[in-house]
């Protein structure tokens, strides 16, 4: 059973910056990506960010310009570097990985981190 281990949340003042750590307890075969969701308190869990293997990113709306994904492929780690933090940033941050367990027919599974708090004071 893979773990994925999040590192890196913590209280912040607005405008303020942290970075997100993500590391995958062993080495995860067929992964197609990893990303980073996040959950507000009473809010849906929302996408926040994610990078397919070979390097492709895609972000949320609200987050672009701010946010930056990044990740190393063989490690299966995977870093969120987010500035001019708002107090609206406030919430769980968990890392996913999506691993491809069958092409014919096509299946994939998400792997879910327990989440870090980041918390944005005003």
């Known amino acids: 059973q893979v773990q994925l281990v999040e590192s890196g949340g913590g209280l912040v003042q607005a405008g303020g910056s942290l970075r997100l750590s993500c590391a995958a307890s062993r080495t995860i075969v067929n992964i197609k990506g990893m990303g980073w969701y996040r959950q507000a308190p009473g809010k849906q869990r929302e996408l926040v960010a994610n990078?397919?293997?070979?390097?492709?990113?895609n972000y949320a709306p609200s987050m672009e310009g701010r946010f930056t994904i990044s990740g190393d492929d063989a490690k299966n780690t995977v870093y969120l570097q987010m500035n001019s933090l708002k107090p609206e940033d406030t919430a769980v941050y968990y890392c996913?990985?999506?691993?491809?367990?069958?092409?014919?027919?096509?299946?994939?599974?998400?792997?879910w981190g327990q989440g870090t708090q980041v918390t944005v004071s005003s």
């Open positions: 990078i397919r293997s070979g390097g492709s990113r």
């Open positions: 996913i990985a999506i691993v491809v367990r069958s092409t014919i027919p096509y299946d994939e599974y998400i792997y």
